[in-house]
């Protein structure tokens, strides 16, 4: 595979769930047995974290982070923040996620990815009114803009603060209009979708049998 490819091709690998050929891939680049010229790239390193980070390796994936700018290279500080995802660390992605969603260097559509990303570490740490405000704003932007798979997910963690807030036929609206924008029922957005509505139903009645 010739070196100007690589990190492209190790994304497409990635982007199918082929995390081990992704790793392949890069390896002999990213972790060399001799020092090779050009060394390593930031789009080589941050590929090859992120397939680190997909197979649950974090510390090595930050590691290889750490070499790179994150004003320079803010996908380094997506990258980072969801190997602490991966450690139920949310408090810790917090302030990546700020940093990474306003940084002029990210295009606007990864910005509202970093943004959607915050809301979820919003949620999972209980910061109901962070959360709240920036996923009423997130609804708003990804309706305006068609952002389907972003609104989804905006709907489903609009579900999720609602369960918090023990308002479980709201949350059950928002997780209906979420079914409606993944048609895919065999997707994960689909199943995560589904899983917080049976989580629901029992909230609601907890004596059911169904």
Do not use: H
């Not at 940093?99 to 990864?110: D, G, K, L, W």
């Not at 895919?184 to 907890?206: A, M, Q």
């Amino acid at each position: 595979i010739p070196r100007d490819l690589a990190a492209q091709l190790a994304q497409i690998c990635f982007r199918n769930s082929l995390y081990l050929q992704s790793l392949r891939i890069l390896n002999p680049i990213v972790c060399p047995p001799a020092p090779i010229n050009p060394k390593p790239q930031p789009s080589e390193i941050i590929a090859y974290a992120t397939a680190l980070v997909s197979l649950n390796m974090n510390r090595e994936a930050r590691n290889l982070l750490q070499q790179l700018d994150p004003a320079t290279n803010p996908e380094a500080l997506l990258i980072e923040s969801f190997s602490y995802f991966g450690e139920w660390n949310y408090e810790k992605t917090i302030p990546l996620l700020k940093r990474f969603s306003t940084n002029p260097r990210v295009s606007y559509y990864r910005q509202i990815v970093g943004k959607v990303n915050l809301a979820a570490a919003y949620v999972t740490s209980a910061k109901k009114t962070e959360a709240n405000n920036l996923l009423l704003e997130l609804l708003n932007i990804t309706g305006e803009r068609n952002f389907r798979l972003l609104q989804g997910n905006t709907l489903e963690l609009l579900a999720q603060l609602e369960i918090q807030n023990k308002n479980y036929l709201k949350a059950l609206e928002y997780l209906n209009d979420a079914k409606k924008i993944f048609p895919d029922n065999t997707s994960i957005y689909f199943f995560f979708v589904k899983k917080w509505e049976f989580i629901c139903r029992l909230l609601l009645s907890p004596q059911s049998q169904e």
